[in-house]
């Protein structure tokens, strides 16, 4: 079958391959977005071309559909696995040749909570739209918040929450960087279910981000500005 498939494939013109993969990373079929990636790389494509045109393009059109309620968490969850796959080829690549990237993010959940779906979500997602992710797992307490970002130097932390109880640990985090003045060196993005824009004011974040899909755009928003920021003080 995979003969077969690798006919298809490598028939199709670079348009209609880019157009096929796009479709396939819908349906969230890992194996074609490895072949579809391969096949372009063969064709003398750039790692970021593909990655910006077929994956990320593609991930695109996932991502406005789970925000629209046409696609829900385990079909997106497919979608970001078959994406992963590709990165897994491209990731080598592009460091190699030092493509552009869009920003880096540190994300985890807070301490005491140990739900990670929407968290494993928005890094899949962020990671298709071309950031960095470094993803410190679950229950993490404010040290390991710092210390990632002392290590890594991102320009977002993310953090999530799925229990009323531990929401309020994100206040701690943010309250800490704040005394130690590193609060604004950095994008503050917070999410998880029973969290609103309310919440997200009150603890001090750069903003609510409700799912996924909304969390790549808010970040892309927020690297735009600090870029347009930094260009005004150059």
């Not at 696609?71 to 491209?90: C, T």
Request: contains cysteine; hydrophobic residues 45%.
């Amino acid at each position: 079958m995979a003969d077969e498939d690798d006919i298809i494939l490598n028939d199709l013109s670079d348009e209609e391959l880019v157009q096929q993969m796009h479709d396939d990373l819908y349906d969230g079929m890992k194996e074609e977005i490895i072949e579809g990636t391969n096949i372009l790389l063969a064709r003398g494509w750039t790692p970021y071309d593909v990655l910006t045109q077929a994956l990320v393009e593609g991930m695109r059109i996932v991502g406005i559909d789970f925000r629209d309620g046409i696609l829900f968490v385990p079909e997106v969850l497919l979608s970001a696995n078959a994406m992963k796959a590709g990165m897994f080829i491209l990731r080598p690549l592009l460091i190699a040749t030092g493509a552009p990237k869009q920003g880096k993010m540190v994300i985890g959940t807070v301490k005491g909570d140990i739900h990670d779906i929407g968290k494993n979500l928005v890094g899949m997602m962020m990671e298709g739209a071309g950031f960095d992710v470094i993803d410190l797992g679950i229950n993490n307490p404010v040290e390991n918040y710092l210390e990632a970002i002392e290590r890594e130097k991102p320009d977002i932390l993310g953090m999530s929450a799925l229990l009323t109880t531990t929401m309020p640990y994100m206040k701690v985090v943010i309250d800490t960087m704040k005394e130690k003045g590193m609060r604004d060196d950095y994008i503050v993005l917070v999410g998880g279910a029973p969290l609103n824009e309310e919440f997200g004011k009150a603890v001090g974040a750069d903003a609510y981000c409700r799912d996924a899909a909304v969390a790549v755009e808010t970040a892309k928003d927020f690297i735009a500005r600090k870029h347009n920021r930094l260009a005004g003080r150059a």
